[in-house]
């Protein structure tokens, strides 16, 4: 089993530019797409970026192209997420996932998840 710990998250304001990172422990030898989603209260969760654990690949989704960069550690085992230009819509709880090589964008295909960190956009 993977286990994931987020950190990094807090108040910011808009136009701020946060690092979020997840630190990654147990069978890290088992997956290999590591990836961030955010859910905002009575939203769905949502992808934000993901990439390749072996080979550092990186896709993003439509919110964060442009503003959000998605990189790796491989020898500490940490994903991070560098926010830029925060808006109030980027305001949710912010997730680390870990999944197969065939994972996408969608949360079911993500098999381990950490509990989440908060980012509040103010303005």
């Known amino acids: 089993q993977v286990h994931l710990v987020e950190s990094g998250g807090g108040l910011v304001q808009a136009g701020g530019s946060p690092r979020l990172s997840c630190a990654a422990s147990?069978?890290?030898?088992?997956?290999?797409?590591l990836g961030w989603f955010r859910q905002a209260p009575g939203k769905e969760r949502e992808f934000v970026a993901r990439i390749s654990w072996k080979l550092g690949g990186a896709y993003y989704g439509d919110a964060a192209l442009g503003r959000f960069t998605i990189s790796r550690d491989y020898a500490k085992n940490t994903v991070f997420l560098q926010m830029t230009s925060l808006k109030l819509e980027d305001t949710g709880v912010y997730y680390c996932a870990a999944g197969p090589e065939g994972s996408s964008r969608s949360p079911s295909q993500f098999r381990s998840w950490g509990q989440g960190t908060q980012v509040t956009v103010s303005s």
């Open positions: 147990g069978r890290t030898d088992s997956f290999y797409t």
